[in-house]
């Protein structure tokens, strides 16, 4: 709300019942939050690229197709991660270090420097 009305809930008296015109107001607010709100953003990371962002996507690997049919070289051209897909990753890499934490630690191994 602050970052796009420029409002912070705490200054509101919600605890009126039953619910007023202000809380019905806020929530009016709420729904109408544009897509690159932090709160959107949290809930689909997708919404953090605007159209611009993700046609220059398609164009990155499109031309970066092109030149891999040309020439051969190099290794096979993948599209970059979109903001959901980055987020799964960090979350899975997160889990497995957790897990290879826990196993570690009831197998008795210590990782120093990073070293098996």
């Known amino acids: 709300m602050a970052q796009t009305y420029g409002?912070?809930?705490?200054e509101f008296?919600?605890?009126?019942?039953?619910p007023?015109?202000?809380i019905?107001?806020?929530?009016?607010?709420?729904?109408q939050l544009p897509a690159d709100a932090r709160v959107r953003v949290m809930d689909d990371p997708n919404l953090a690229w605007d159209d611009a962002t993700r046609i220059q996507r398609v164009?990155?690997?499109?031309?970066?197709?092109?030149a891999y049919l040309l020439t051969g070289k190099g290794p096979k051209p993948k599209p970059l991660d979109t903001p959901d897909e980055a987020t799964k990753k960090?979350?899975?890499?997160?889990?497995a270090e957790q897990n290879r934490s826990m196993?570690?630690?009831l197998l008795g191994f210590s990782h120093l420097g990073g070293d098996a």
Do not use: N
Request: charged residues 30%.
């Open 90 to 95: 960090q979350r899975a890499f997160e889990s």
């Open 59 to 66: 164009m990155d690997y499109r031309l970066q197709s092109i």
């Open 24 to 31: 019905r107001w806020l929530a009016s607010l709420c729904v």
């Open 103 to 105: 196993v570690d630690e």
């Open 7 to 10: 409002l912070k809930l705490h």
């Open 13 to 18: 008296d919600l605890a009126g019942e039953p």
């Open 20 to 22: 007023d015109e202000t």
